[in-house]
């Protein structure tokens, strides 16, 4: 059978760095072709070259037999390659039906959508069981849901090569299984599947074949069938695992952050008269399927969106909506979005080691900035949290997702904050990433800190919190603490199966 996609002696290099080296392996047809690797093993480089967006300096890859233009999307799409990024590329204030038609042929911007079109979309709806809503903005609907529109345009688009990156980082089990029901229908309906993930029972679940990456070169090709995690995480980081650090029991001490009653944001799922405590030497957990009122609670206590109800105290003191910024100067954060929220990505590592406290001493002087403390402080950084490569010069984009995360999670907690809201800190961070920065958090708990930990991971939640909370449409649908947990219970709440409040 001849493949797919063939990578051919691929070599990628950006300034001090070589993220792809003489990559070559096969992707056939009728396959789920797992692609792994630590971050920053050349990932999201060699996916970027295949859809077009990256144009490598050496190799060729070929399509069906046919050498494939490189560094042109417009090519990738028309050799039938599609992408699924782990950011969507959606519209929000367009239907879902008119993402999935927007740029497609004889669709044109601003003109009535087709109702051929329209009916050829809800078949394949029906056909796949990809169940959405279709005439709603994207912004109204759950991760999940904006997931199934995005496969979608790939299969309206008839793509016959399709890469999934990271597509399961967000969604409850049961969406989970629901994707791999789909993954396994299109396989064996001829496609070729690029399935980049990070969490390796799935690779096991769903995969053939496994291809692994490790510092821009293939480490090996191997059959899923029969393979063991251990081994995988073996062939991955060129050795045995860290071990895991224990959670340890702890007596928390006096409350940093209360929450009474909280209510705000304005969509379906917004926040519902919330209320929760974090204290000293404690991480509570709140979990839930993405779009259940995690984004609101966050926004509410940053003070990005106003509170419709509801009081917030830190330290025991009042958090006024207008004395909101001091609030966030005093605290630690590891953001959801860590391009946008969390890093300058066209500005080195030295400028980004002080990000939100550049002005204050030791890195300023005066009106001016010193910045032999800065560039002292992003050292620490790197070397404390392992970010690689060790280059305080390189732009923040210049580093993989993974990288990204370490120095944020070393810059924040670096600060020693009284309180530290964690939003999904792993996600898209591979195994040894997590283990280290569980590791962090949970040194910081023996330290005394407050910890907010809000993760769509129920292995996180379940690893780390003392106690757990999940939302379902705003409302705590579950709460308990560690010793008291019910699994069974918290799963029926993530689906709105629940709606109760176990206090453990």
């Given amino acids: 059978m001849n493949p797919a996609v063939e990578f051919v002696d691929v070599t990628k290099r950006y300034p001090g760095l070589i993220a792809n080296s003489g990559i070559s392996f096969p992707v056939f047809p009728g396959e789920i072709h797992a692609i792994v690797g630590e971050n920053g093993a050349g990932k999201s480089t060699l996916m970027g070259i295949l859809s077009g967006f990256v144009k490598p300096e050496e190799g060729q890859v070929n399509v069906f037999g046919r050498r494939l233009e490189l560094g042109s999307p417009r090519a990738a799409l028309r050799a039938g390659i599609g992408l699924c990024a782990q950011h969507f590329h959606l519209v929000p204030t367009l239907t879902g039906m008119e993402n999935i038609l927007l740029g497609a042929p004889g669709h044109r911007l601003f003109a009535p959508l087709s109702h051929r079109a329209q009916d050829k ?68 309906e001829g496609k070729a599947i690029l399935f980049i993930t990070h969490k390796l029972p799935e690779v096991m679940a769903v995969a053939d074949r496994v291809t692994v990456l490790r510092a821009g070169k293939v480490e090996g090709t191997v059959r899923a069938e029969g393979l063991d995690t251990r081994t995988l995480v073996s062939l991955i980081i060129g050795g045995e695992p ?15 952050l209360e929450v009474e009653k909280l209510s705000a944001g304005d969509s379906g799922h917004s926040l519902q008269r919330v209320s929760l405590r974090v204290r000293e030497g404690e991480i509570v957990g709140v979990g839930g399927v993405e779009g259940n009122g995690q984004r609101e609670l966050v926004a509410a206590l940053m003070g990005y969106i106003g509170r419709d109800h509801g009081e917030i105290r830190f330290l025991g003191r009042p958090v006024h909506p ?3 910024p001091a609030f966030r100067r005093r605290i630690g954060v590891i953001p959801e979005d860590r391009r946008k929220e969390g890093l300058l990505p066209s500005r080195n590592l030295i ?43 390189l732009p923040a984009r210049a580093f993989s ?10 810059r924040e907690l670096s600060r020693r904050p009284p309180f530290l809201l964690a939003v999904h800190p792993t996600r898209g ?66 689906l709105g199966l629940e709606n109760q409040e176990a206090n453990g």
């Fill in 322 to 324: 207008d004395r909101t």
């Fill in 242 to 256: 860290l071990p895991d650090t224990p959670w340890l029991p702890r007596i928390p001490g006096e409350p940093v």
């Fill in 351 to 393: 400028d980004n080691a002080v990000l939100g406290f550049h002005d204050r001493p030791p890195f300023r002087r005066g009106l001016a900035l010193r910045r032999s403390d800065m560039r002292a402080q992003a050292h620490r950084i790197v070397d404390t949290f392992s970010v690689y490569p060790p280059r305080l010069d």
């Fill in 121 to 188: 979309v809800r078949e394949l709806m029906k056909k796949y069981g990809l169940k959405t809503s279709l005439e709603v903005p994207v912004s109204d609907l759950s991760v999940g849901e904006c997931e199934r529109i995005e496969i979608l345009k790939l299969l309206y688009r008839e793509a016959k090569i399709l890469i999934l990156d990271e597509p399961t980082a967000v969604l409850a089990p049961s969406e989970v299984e629901s994707l791999f029901t789909v993954l396994r229908q299109l396989r064996k």
């Fill in 401 to 410: 997702g993974g990288n990204q995360q370490r120095f944020i999670a070393g």
């Fill in 429 to 494: 961070v591979d195994i040894r990433a997590t283990q280290f920065i569980h590791a962090r958090l949970l040194e910081e708990r023996a330290r005394g800190t407050a910890i907010l930990l809000v993760t769509a991971d129920l292995t996180e939640l379940r690893t780390l919190s003392d106690r757990i909370l999940i939302l379902y449409r705003g409302k705590v649908a579950y709460e308990s603490s560690r010793e008291a947990l019910d699994p069974e219970a918290m799963n029926r709440s993530l």
